[in-house]
């Protein structure tokens, strides 16, 4: 197997919105759990997406566990390794956006790394090196009141800056308008300026194809799935790879129960998880309890599902309206809340897998990757887009007969989300 792209991305929802991106563009496309083991068979493909949840540990962790996917991908081809983060640049002063861009520039020997998280499908733009969710700056939008990454500066200049070790500069709308030759140029000139990084405006389409052909003339880059866009028709472009026809042929149908679990706390997800319940029972879980009695509160969770499935669908949701969470929060500080809201409702997804279901929809970045790792996925092949961003996952590599899931960002999907979700998985 040689790769024409390999990519490291920093949590399993991102992971499977950039796996769509480039399966849509016409990459064969595969996400995996982190560093695949050496006996998992993968089919013949252009691209991995390599699922990491790292977005919120230590820099130093997600550090190692990006260059230990790097050195992988390397070994299987991939000339470009994109570090695929949220469209929202979700990080902290410390990262980790900055210090894995750093590692995995060095890595390469690379001078400077071209950072975008722009994706103008999804209302996010930059101009003049500002972030912006539809029509609000950054620090305006929901994301201010990010559970664990509140985002309070839209500068991602600044923002960027204050994570890296080397200096940060920008790449604006006008250069990127005069085309391929103009940015590298700009790139050219930030290097002899002493900057290692250099964020990208990005306000339509054409300018990712750009910024996508730019890019394959590095080794590294790190940014949101519209990079990784303008990098897959870049290689389509050039003649690289050849433009597969992407969708769900040859993919199994499950069948069976289907349940649905929601741990993000977006304004998004409580609009989807208000819908649902027109449609299936729904329990909200008490995210208090979880805190100090997970184990009560997870049974409670169990049972009213285990007692219902066989009926249809049902909806547990540990989201609550921000002055919950701060309430909870302040509680039991903010990485001990999200740690059990983690942890239970994977749990309770383990034992509902046990229960016969196999259609699972999940709901939350952090939510998504807790219940992964406890079912123990090592991969995924792609089905058919659900909302821009969110595809259906074929579970590779797993006992029991075929699985079927959905991974969702909070903000990802329309108001009939779950719904939506469960009448595209077979």
């Not at 410390?94 to 520039?105: K, Y």
Request: charged share 20%.
């Amino acid at each position: 197997m040689t790769l024409a792209l390999g990519c490291i991305a920093d949590d399993y929802t991102g992971a499977s919105d950039l796996a769509n991106s480039l399966a849509k563009a016409g990459l064969r496309t595969v996400q995996t759990i982190g560093v695949p083991a050496a006996g998992l068979a993968l089919p013949e493909i252009d691209a991995i997406v390599c699922a990491f949840k790292i977005r919120s540990v230590p820099a130093a962790d997600a550090v190692a566990a990006a260059l230990q996917a790097e050195t992988w991908l390397r070994g299987q081809g991939a000339g470009h390794v994109l570090y695929k983060v949220c469209s929202t640049f979700d990080s902290t002063d410390e990262g980790n956006i900055g210090p894995v861009t750093d590692a995995l520039r060095a890595r390469a020997g690379e001078p400077i790394a071209l950072v975008n998280s722009a994706f103008p499908e999804a209302g996010r733009t930059i101009y003049q090196g500002h972030l912006f969710v539809g029509a609000l700056p950054l620090n305006e939008s929901p994301l201010k009141d990010h559970p664990l990454n509140p985002m309070t500066d839209a500068n991602l200049v600044r923002v960027l800056a204050r994570q890296s070790r080397s200096g940060v500069g920008l790449v604006d709308r006008k250069t990127i308008a005069a085309g391929d030759a103009a940015v590298a140029a700009r790139l050219a000139a930030l290097v002899q300026e002493g900057k290692g990084a250099a964020i990208a405006d990005t306000i339509e389409d054409a300018d990712l194809e750009t910024l996508g052909r730019v890019a394959m003339t590095h080794k590294v880059s790190t940014g949101a799935s519209g990079l990784g866009l303008g990098i897959a028709r870049a290689l389509v472009a050039s003649g690289r790879v050849r433009a597969a026809t992407s969708g769900s042929a040859g993919l199994e149908v499950v069948g069976g129960p289907a349940a649905c679990l929601a741990g993000s706390c977006s304004q998004a997800t409580l609009g989807q998880i208000a819908e649902a319940e027109r449609i299936m029972p729904v329990l909200r879980l008490d995210a208090e309890r979880l805190g100090t009695d997970g184990i009560a509160e997870t049974d409670r969770a169990i049972a009213f599902a285990g007692e219902r499935i066989g009926a249809g669908p049902v909806l547990v949701a540990s989201s609550g309206t921000p002055d919950e969470v701060a309430a909870v929060q302040a509680k039991f500080g903010r990485d001990a809340a999200g740690h059990a809201i983690e942890a239970g409702m994977a749990r309770i997804a383990e034992a509902l897998v046990a229960r016969g279901v196999r259609r699972l929809v999940v709901a939350g970045g952090e939510t998504s990757g807790a219940v992964v790792e406890r079912l123990a996925i090592p991969a995924f092949r792609l089905g058919p887009e659900i909302a821009p961003g969110v595809p259906v996952l074929h579970a590779l590599g797993i006992a029991g007969g075929p699985m079927v899931l959905a991974l969702k960002s909070g903000n990802f999907g329309a108001p009939t989300f779950f719904a939506d979700a469960l009448k595209l998985m077979p």
